[in-house]
């Protein structure tokens, strides 16, 4: 059968004028890619020399490396794009790093196509001293698996060598949803296998996941398995409005809403164990038409715009806590303190850090909600403390229990009016001064994994533990 198509495929070429077939754009921008049964495929083979291509031409942006190999042993690639000559921002803090992959379903050629298109802008970007793509390489590390599963890619079929749908085979709450063909067991797959220790070891402290598929047009967040909305929905809700109001009118919702019930996937392994703020980007399932070559700037512009929205605003995808003053008296201190972040946080707590680094006072738990001011006040009757110390925020990044926790250095001048003390000033550390964050960042993951025999009914009141 798929002979017979080529074959009307060829014919049907061979009637278009030349003029027709060929891109308006250059052959660098082109999807380097086939007419197959109403498609534009790209096989791994032709994956395989475009990124390595990429990796000659641009090595100050392109680092390519292999997750591992498909169950057929062909390698899962991951183009990585920064600005490699500084390993940090121009101001020595860390960059934030953003995790995209495609090609979980073989045969759909868009969402591999938007992930390709997603390295390939800023590839662009960057060699034709576009200062977005460049503020965006100096500023964050792109990681893009362009092609997760290229054995049900070169077949043209949704899955993988072994009939598993390797979107139902993460380790969260793995096979508790309707589905089919979810694997043995939880990354019974080599593909998925790779991709989440990709995560766990090279991106456990990513701020944005996109996941990419086809099939109808939205964009889809936590949970697949409930209906309820995730603990970071402050988060995902004003980003849908931003995008909705701004940028495009694609709708964005909980996946169990917007689509059906799914459990297993990437998505909700993204954010459930790794805590990462996901998105699963569904193009449309209007593939390429026969023996049209549209340029994907075009076909996916859209779609990319939302992309480079995402990228660009990455800094903002969790709590960042920012303390505008900070006044101790005998029995309490007052703590001023803004979010500039579009996360909140719900355990946060004052530390004071002997000279020795050992902490030895810890307030009780406060909360800041997203984009807010709040004024805290603490009990520090027990408090005892010197000018040699230091004081710190200790909080997660955002809501979900996965979320990482960081220790970061106070930015002010620090009002004593205690008995013991003359009332004055005490100097603080940076907040966001280099050296203090990039010492004081914690990649701690707490995962919390329920057991996969709980009832249903346990389940929901666990929606926002998970």
Sequence with gaps: MRVAVSLVLCMMLATIPITSAQSDSSDEEVWPGDPIDSHVHMTWAALTLEVNQWADDYPEIVDLTSVGESELGKSLWVVRLSDWSNDTKLDGSAKEIVYIDGGH????????????????????????GNQEAIDVLQNSEIHVLIMLNPDGNDFDTRWNINQVDLNRNYDHFWNTCPTTQPGSSA??????????????AEVPDADLYVTMHTGVWIMLYPWGKWPEQPADWELYHQIREDVNENISSIPIQNANQG???????????GYGVMGYPTFTFETDDEQFVPGSFENLNDRLGEEMDVMRYLINNVWYWRARLD??????????????????GQASTINATLQYVDVSGEVTWTSSAFTVNATNSTMVDLDASNLSYSDDGMWQLYYQVRVINASRWVAEAIDVEIMDSSEDGETGFLVGYGLFNSLTTVLSVIGLAVVLKPEEEESDENCDSKVHDS
């Design 105 to 128: 379903h073989g045969n759909e050629y868009l969402g591999t196509a938007l992930a390709w298109l997603s390295a390939k802008w800023y590839i662009n970007g960057w060699a034709e």
């Design 187 to 200: 990354f019974s797959e080599s593909e998925t296998s790779a991709n989440s220790a990709y995560m766990n």
């Design 259 to 269: 689509l059906y019930p799914n459990c297993g996937t990437s998505r909700d392994y």
């Design 323 to 340: 303390v505008q003053s900070l006044e101790i008296s005998d029995d309490e201190i007052i703590l001023d303190v803004d979010n500039l």
